[in-house]
């Protein structure tokens, strides 16, 4: 079988078997297919689209690229949640911790920045020491000791995916129902969960940028995970703004602190999506009867700091700081360069091109142009105001944390440019943030 041959029939619309699937992923493993015929395929996809019975396959094959997990003699259910990719999307940093408090066990294999998205991955390595590539044995040990371990892909775990995700980041390929449906549950499937909340993102920020690709979307991931026999929920979710004050690896985990920690009041946008996503997952996992009984439980956990306490146990048993959540500023980096984004008049914040703000970040160097290109952990914007907000002349419209201060220029510009100010006494209706 020959990869060009496979690729022909993908440009010429053809569905793939089971063998050219097969075929393909080996050759993404085994170097066999080169980067450009990689490349090749995944845009003849992305352009003629996939069949169900390809989704399934190509799946498959990824999910069985590598090792796939299994936890016997688990006390609780293992479960997981994943977001098909957003802007300020630090949810599983806090949701992770706080569903081990709740009783379940959470083996969260996670991503990396992908197109104008942050990944959980990169914001975890702002962490010093934080090895998000651990001994499969210390993997295992501190799921079952803490309840929790957010990781990366390591190499023996879907590493398919893990080639054909650098590939698709930086090749235009990312938003295809079938790619991602793969991508996502070939992890998945291969951590050996027993449930899954899938968040679907939706909006100008999103992969999913109209809500039928959402709905799409969510409909492929949950019945492929069904075929594969796991039990998914999938809520979609309004990502036309950024998702909370914080956008950057290093202001993110500081946000996923602060959330923790409770000091200040939380950010209501990211605690309502918190809420909403535990809630799915505790029902899931059985761990409660229904959904108002699953937030109450999620909001005890917050409450008592026991949700901060496990994200606290986990960091240091990957080999973080132990004090991290004490004192969070004497070790995530910060950028020398930090200034206003001031408003240039006075009026209510009624759109922002979310996908734009993404692309900032990277453009600041918090995110890849290239696979392996090294990220700026220090840079973003934090003290991002929310749609709906009314501002002055004047007021900062977020803080951008930079390299040099010529990048804060062209920061300041491109996020100015990417946000809309309409008269403040005109009517407004915040928009939902679950949307189905
Ligand atoms: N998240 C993933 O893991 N894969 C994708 O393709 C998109 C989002």
């Not at 080996?26 to 003849?44: F, K, T, Y």
Request: proline fraction near 6%; hydrophobic fraction near 45%.
């Amino acid at each position: 079988m020959l990869a060009q041959e496979i690729i022909r029939a993908k440009r010429e619309g053809m569905a793939l078997d089971e063998a050219q699937i097969q075929h393909f992923v080996r050759g993404l493993v085994d170097g066999s297919w080169s980067e450009g015929q990689v490349a090749a395929l995944g845009m003849a996809i992305f352009l003629r689209g996939m069949g169900r019975a390809e989704a399934v396959a190509l799946t498959r094959a990824m999910m069985h690229s590598g090792r796939v997990l299994a936890w016997p003699d688990m006390p609780g259910p293992v479960l997981d949640k994943h977001s098909s990719g957003g802007v300020g999307d630090k949810i599983s940093l806090m949701l992770a911790p706080l569903v081990a408090a709740c009783g379940g066990y959470v083996p969260m294999i996670a991503g990396r920045g992908l197109g104008h998205t942050g990944g959980t991955v990169d914001k975890l390595e702002a962490i010093p020491g934080y090895q998000t590539a651990p001994a499969p044995a210390d993997f295992d040990r501190i799921v079952r000791t803490l309840g929790c371990a957010v990781i990366g892909q390591t190499g023996d775990l879907a590493p398919a995916d893990k080639r054909f995700y650098a590939t698709r980041d930086v090749t235009a390929t990312v938003e295809s129902v079938p790619l991602i449906t793969a991508s996502i549950l070939s992890k998945k499937l291969a951590a050996g969960l027993q449930g899954l909340a899938m968040d679907i993102k939706c909006g100008n920020g999103a992969f999913a940028a109209t809500p039928a690709f959402g709905q799409e979307l969510a409909q492929s991931i949950v019945d492929v995970a069904a075929g594969a026999g796991l039990k998914t929920r999938a809520l979609i979710t309004d990502m036309n703004q950024v998702l909370g004050w914080e956008v950057g690896n290093a202001l993110e985990v500081r946000g996923a602190i602060d959330y923790l920690r409770g000091d200040l009041p939380r950010e209501p946008r990211t605690h309502e999506l918190t809420l909403a996503l535990g809630a799915e997952m505790l029902v899931l996992g059985g761990l409660a009867a229904d959904t108002p009984a699953a937030r109450r439980r999620l909001q005890a956990a917050l409450d008592s700091g026991a949700a901060a306490e496990r994200f606290a146990a986990m960091v240091a048993a990957l080999g973080g700081p132990a004090d991290l959540l004490d004192h969070p500023q004497a070790h995530l980096p910060t950028a020398p360069v930090v200034r206003p984004v001031p408003a240039p008049r006075a009026g209510r914040l009624t759109g922002m091109r979310t996908r734009d703000i993404g692309l900032v970040i990277v453009e600041l160097g918090g995110g890849r142009r290239q696979p392996g290109d090294a990220i700026d952990m220090r840079v973003g914007l934090d003290r991002m105001r929310q749609l709906g907000d009314v501002l002055s002349e004047g007021d900062p419209v977020a803080m951008v944390h930079a390299a040099d201060d010529a990048a804060a220029d062209r920061a300041i510009a491109q996020v100015l440019a990417s946000i809309t100010l309409d008269d403040a006494s005109a009517p407004w209706t915040a928009s939902p943030l679950v949307m189905a």
